[in-house]
């Protein structure tokens, strides 16, 4: 009875070494194996490290790119899936043929694809992602309208504000053997991206370029994205002695900024310098504060916009902090330029470089970050102008519950705001 029991115990146990090491050992039949290619994503590129993507994207599309970088496969995911933590988009050896290496690229939104191009106000629009399409030749547009407007620059449709984009930043490899033995691919969490700008301009990241697929084993691969749309809220308020010289009101001013940043490539740089776009607020409003007396009554303009990625094109140039007094001053910027005119005159009250003055909220810890590494990473900001005597006299940049006083200007703008 005993010598029974062994034998069975033994035999049960030779069973399960057998099924678990079968899936390393079949050639023929994997359908109970995983195989092919699992990819997941992150977006823990942001300035609070953190993985932010079942919360933000609710859209996504993954193209995959054979040796000669031709679309050879693609695959989308909703909001329903993307909801869910353990997402992740799957390949097998009949829709990616083993024994070649693949490029990975996505794009997202806060929507479908579908959905967002539904939306009224600017859309993204994707070329070159049909099949056998180059990689080279994949772009993505900012809608904007044809005719010029402001001093040749094309406006860009602020009837909504734009449905957030994020693009490819890195795609990173893990090795099979260092997963969990599992059937469940779900289960597994994405891997943390580590991509830093270093102070030559250079890229230190744990990414690859491509995935190589074995048959009759599975490759793992996080695709990591970069948030591209930017929130920008501004406010303008007077603090004077004269309750009567503090009531601002939207509609007296009109602000913009302008840049070149209408098109994104396969590698998410911007491809298009020609295509100069004027941004407008899409919400702006104006508040009061009644004083009782003692306390100064007051009013405030507020405007909010959204654009397109933004990047820090000369961040050694030393005259980025100048004032932009004029129109023939916005092209010697040479990056993203925010304007405030009277909306009357047009007269321009204040200008200057806009990633300068969002780079300089920088806290301590933070200017370890390469000025475009924390523009990539930062993505929603707040600018409080203050008027003085009848010129903005200083400005405040409000990150979080921060407050950063600008030091912002060399030369001196003495216009009246009146």
């Not at 050639?27 to 992150?42: A, I, M």
């Not at 200008?351 to 390469?370: C, F, K, V």
Request: hydrophobic letters at 35%; glycine letters at 4%; proline letters at 4%.
């Amino acid at each position: 009875m005993n010598v029974r029991l062994i034998i069975q115990k033994g035999f049960v146990a030779v069973l399960a070494a057998l099924a678990l090491s079968s899936c390393s050992m079949m050639t023929e039949d994997l359908s109970d194996c995983p195989t092919g290619l699992y990819v997941n994503f992150v977006y823990d590129y942001n300035i609070q490290q953190a993985d932010m993507f079942k919360d933000h994207v609710g859209g996504l599309t993954l193209y995959v790119y054979d040796e000669s970088d031709r679309l050879v496969a693609s695959k989308s995911m909703g909001a329903d899936q993307l909801s869910r933590y353990g997402s992740y988009i799957h390949f097998s050896e009949q829709e990616l043929a083993p024994g070649h290496s693949y490029r990975l690229m996505a794009v997202a939104m806060q929507k479908d694809w579908d959905a967002a191009l539904a939306m009224p106000g600017a859309k993204y629009r994707q070329t070159g992602n049909s099949s056998g399409s180059a990689w080279n030749q994949f772009f993505i547009d900012l809608d904007h309208q044809t005719t010029r407007a402001l001093h040749n620059y094309y406006p860009v449709n602020n009837a909504e504000p734009l449905d957030t984009l994020w693009h490819t930043l890195t795609t990173i490899i893990t090795p099979a053997d260092a997963m969990p033995t599992t059937l469940r691919p779900a289960t597994l969490t994405p891997a943390k991206t580590e991509y830093s700008w270093q102070r030559d301009g250079s890229i230190r990241t744990n990414g690859q370029e491509r995935v190589t697929l074995n048959h009759g084993e599975p490759a793992y691969a996080t695709v990591s994205l970069i948030r591209d749309t930017k929130h920008l809220n501004i406010t303008l308020r007077a603090v004077n002695d004269n309750p009567a010289d503090n009531q601002v009101v939207d509609q007296d001013y009109t602000v913009e900024i302008i840049d070149n940043n209408s098109q994104l490539d396969c590698q998410n740089n911007l491809s298009n310098p020609k295509d100069t776009l004027i941004y407008t607020p899409y919400r702006q409003w104006t508040t009061t504060f009644v004083g009782n007396g003692q306390v100064v009554s007051e009013s405030a303009a507020h405007y909010d916009l959204m654009f397109n990625r933004l990047l820090y094109k000369n961040a050694s140039v030393s005259d980025d902090q100048y004032a932009i007094l004029n129109y023939e001053d916005i092209p010697n910027a040479r990056n993203a330029v925010l304007l405030i005119r009277k909306k009357d005159s047009g007269e321009i009250i204040f200008g200057i470089n806009l990633p300068y003055i969002l780079a300089s909220g920088r806290t301590y810890q933070e200017r370890y970050y390469h000025y475009q590494e924390y523009l990539d990473r930062e993505y929603d900001y707040r600018l409080q102008f203050i008027i003085r005597g009848a010129r903005i006299d200083e400005i405040q940049l409000i990150l979080g519950t921060d407050i950063h006083i600008v030091s912002w200007a060399k030369r001196y703008q003495d216009e009246s705001l009146e």
